[in-house]
Nanobody
Framework: QVQLVESGGGLVQAGGSLRLSCRAS??????MGWYRRAPGEQREVVAL???????TYGDSVKGRFTISRDNGKSTVHLQMNSLEPKDTGVYYC????????????WGQGTQVTVSS
């Protein structure tokens, strides 16, 4: 059974920092990362990291957010610095497996609120 456990998030003032973590179990992980959905908006990619370390960032977070991965612990971290009110939203952990049968899984979401 595939499980994701998210942690982090919360309320922070503009300019502050938060760290999100997500631990996966039950699958061999290929891609891990985070998406977010702002109020009234569609879900968008925040940052993804491949098993080999390659990363992808959404344009709006480049230079402010850093994604990292611990393969041994099947965990991904998202360090969010210089937060802005526009970063407010629900952040969802995402994982995709490797292998011939691809499994994807979404976390339940964690709220990030940045006050001005």
């Amino acid at each position: 059974q595939v499980q994701l456990v998210e942690s982090g998030g919360g309320l922070v003032q503009a300019g502050g920092s938060l760290r999100l973590s997500c631990r996966a179990s039950g699958l061999t992980i290929g891609t891990m990362g985070w998406y977010r959905r702002a109020p009234g908006e569609q879900r968008e990619v925040v940052a993804l990291v491949e098993r080999g370390g390659g990363t992808t960032y959404g344009d709006s977070v480049k230079g402010r957010f850093t994604i990292s991965r611990d393969n041994g612990k099947s965990t991904v971290h998202l360090q969010m610095n210089s937060l802005e009110p526009k970063d407010t939203g629900v952040y969802y952990c995402y994982v995709k497996s490797t292998g011939s049968v691809v499994i994807t899984k979404w976390g339940q979401g964690t709220q990030v609120t940045v006050s001005s």
